[in-house]
């Protein structure tokens, strides 16, 4: 039966099916957690039954490669000192996730390819906008969870910001008036999903955004005028209901912080203020070894908080539970990954590289996205898609 899928896939060009299987995942991240998964576990299966796994050693060895070696590395040796194995090990596991990167990387990807990847991204959350604003017209804003397809809205905010920074890159490089008025209602609707969603870290995210998508969109009028309109389209923001009653949340979380989290240890719902102080005690006491993978629900378990699993910034569990070796591994990762997208920031496949990775990086503040399944499959797809736009850039400087 192997034999035939192989022969079948051979047949049917292994590159067609592998491009076939990432663009049906980035069509599926925004719906949920398990039809993501099963796609690049697919495109995992295939990559191997063409036989596609030969090309492995060169990737492992690549130069830009090497931070992914270390990060999958890194939480196996730290085991060593970890105070709650069964979750260090479920941890440490999430390097299998990598292995997306490296299917990704062998790619290649032409310009019209890179649309099409990015249109899958698009209809996956149109699909939820609309479900999102079919429950604002039957439920009101009084309600709650305006997720569409999603499962949560850190998620979704990510998906929606890189969606909308693509909209305004196709904008300006089309003159083709009916698309860029779909490009406009697409941009309105995933403004509308965002807003209701109820997600502080998206929002901010978001504003910083702004001015990048106000140029393009705009790059036909003065300074000025895009200036007034981010200014506008900035305050109408905040002054959304919705967002409006979210904002105000943490200064009410402020006042009680240690009521929430320490008087009711059972509570699931500690502010970001709390996590981090944590976090901080963490590093004072071990801030060059770290504590262990997976050690974050001991160590707060032991001062009261029953259910704090991680820090909610990944920067900061890499540092508390890796240590200084931690801290430099994703900072080399994300560090190569913007250089590697900001020499090509001017091609399709450069801009998207780019946006998603500074997204990921800045929501990855306010949340631990190594952790998380869909964030980390984007991750690792955006970080393998280097592959091929190295290889462009080196068919471009060769003539």
Known sequence: MMRSLKIFLVNGEADVWLFRLVALTFFLLPIGTSPPLISASLAVVVFFATGKFRQIPGVL???????????????????????????????????????????????WISDNQ?????????????IGALLALYQAVVHGFGYQDFLGFGITHTLLSNYLIVGMLMVGFYFRRTNDRKLNLWLLIMALLFLFHLAVLRGKSGYL?????????ARDILFRWPNWIKGTVVVVLVLSFLSFPPVRNRIMEPVKQLKNM????????????????????????????HPVMGIGTGSFL?????????KLAHPHNNLIYMWVSFGI???????????????????????PLGYFVLTSS???????????????TNTLLLLTIIY?????????????MNG
């Open 384 to 396: 393998g898609l280097q592959g091929p736009l190295i290889r462009a850039r080196a068919e471009v």
């Open 258 to 285: 240690r009521t929430v989290s320490l008087d009711d240890p059972d509570s699931e719902v500690e502010p970001r203020f709390f996590i981090f102080s944590q976090a901080a005690l963490a590093l004072k006491q």
């Open 61 to 107: 060895t690549a130069s830009w490669f090497v931070p992914v070696v270390c990060l999958f590395v890194i939480p196996w040796v730290w085991l060593a000192i970890s105070q709650n194995l069964d979750l260090g090990i479920d941890y440490a596991m999430k390097g299998k996730y990598w292995s997306v990167a490296i299917v990704a990387a062998t790619l």
């Open 325 to 347: 070796a931690g801290l430099g591994c994703i900072l080399w990762l994300f560090g190569r990954l913007f250089y590697t997208a900001w020499k090509s920031r001017k091609t």
């Open 205 to 213: 995210i978001f504003i910083l955004a702004v001015p990048f998508i």
């Open 114 to 126: 890179v649309f099409t990847l990015v249109k899958c991204l698009w209809a996956g959350l149109v």
């Open 358 to 372: 500074l997204v990921l990086f800045a929501t990855g503040l306010f949340d631990t996205q190594f952790l998380n």
């Open 298 to 306: 001991e160590f707060t378990r032991a001062n009261g908080v029953k």
